[in-house]
């Protein structure tokens, strides 16, 4: 669990949690994958027990195109978090695969003329260590 | 119909509201508490009901210890901090209506300003799907939650910094005729605000909440019992609670601006028999400028998407036509979870409120929020 002492440096995720690890590991392989009801189709996320739709227990991870549309970005001027240099943007973005899969994300190639809700933006992985790939987006076109 | 008009507010009472105070949390919540009952003329022990939002099993019964509590109370729970406080009405008429309690107290205090030296965002940093998903990549703390919705606001609607910035300029007005209000010696024009540097755009410091010390309390009974202790209760016209079914995650809500206001005050205002416009004045959980406009949007004051030219032009100031948060609220005045509404509220309606008195002021709402969980709790004179 994550405290206010851990925050003292930058926050990682810890890609050997079992509910997320094929997340991270697909990231790795420069893949973007969410967890699929294997019953009904509908992508889980965040990944859960049960199919908000249809209550199936079985979900696999599947790869997505990673591409998306900006829904929402904040250009953070305050060092709120250790080890992020400012200023950055955190958005959160919508894969086209389902409009309900809203990811948090860094924004990278944000262009001169600036952000609207709505642009296209496609996944890149950074990795930031031998065992963890982070994936970012790039705004595009 | 149901639970309206069937409890009061009789007492009311706050700690000085300080960045850093020089008392534990113990300390405050107990002052604010004595206060409230000696507010309705009560003896420090004369409640059997209890609510304390946000303190574990000992910080409850320490408080009763404290309090000199040597009998037998009720301890009701519901929901989170700024909710559980305003909804604490809804527990207190049940909790009277069937017979477990005949007089409540609802004390809420908070000490970040001593015990979280900023680090507010722990709660958050501790739920799990944030830990891998959201704060990796940035999207954290509150602040950049809602400047998010902020923002998604904005692009949808038009929603403007300079409207944003009525919301804090107005509650800033607010808190300068308050001699308990944090910021009332800082004053804000609109100028001002627009020139000051972003925290997370589209958000400024003036956008966000205090950080600090206090604590506040209330009082409620039966409303006949309120009427043998004091000349002025304050009546529970209405209470309602919401929540939103897919709110754990801010980010993921299907509404993404929708508040759970959309359930609580349509609820409140049946319970109460009014509509919007039979409100003089209101005390929203502020915690961001843009979940005012949310709020006022989500409770029907206006259409969605009309929040932000509902806030210009002095309208939600003192004197205009729907005055906002009148105590300065938790942008000015000090941020304890809508505690300070329901106090301000109440000392309104009593025609208490000195230089901040909303003229004839008959009918009052207050709101908690809490992420996926909203309450609405509409107050009238005696």
Redesign the interface.
Known sequence: ????A??AER????PG?P??KPFWDACRAGELRIPRCERCGRWV???APVC?DCGGERHRWTATGGRAQL????????G??PG?RVP?V?A?VVLDEDP?V?????LRDVPPRGL??GMPVEVIFEPVSEHLT?P?FRCVG | MGLARRIAIVGVGETRYERRAARDLAALRCEASRAALADAGLDATAFDGLIVPGAGYAELHELARDLGMRGQFHAASCFHSGTAVVAAPLEAALAIEGGLAHTVLCCQGVAWGSERRGNVGQPHAEMRMKAAFEIPFGWYPQVVHFAGMARRHMELYGTTEAQLGAVAVACRRHAALHDNAILAGEPLALDDYLASPYLAEPFRSADCCLVNDGAGAFVMTSLERARELRADPVVVLGVGCGVVPDGEYSSLREDYLATAAVHSAPRAFAMAGIEPADVDFVALYDNFTALVIQQLEDMGFCARGEGGPFVEGGRIELGGALPVNPSGGQLAQAFVFSVNHVVEAVRQLRGDAGARQVADAEVGVVTGYTGAQHATLVLGCG
């Open positions: 669990m994550t405290g206010v851990e925050l926050h990682l995720p810890d949690w509910v997320a996320w965040y990944p908000p829904f929402t970005w904040v250009t953070v001027h305050r709120f978090l992020y950055y955190t959160l309900r809203r990811l948090a994300t860094f609207r809700a982070l970012a």
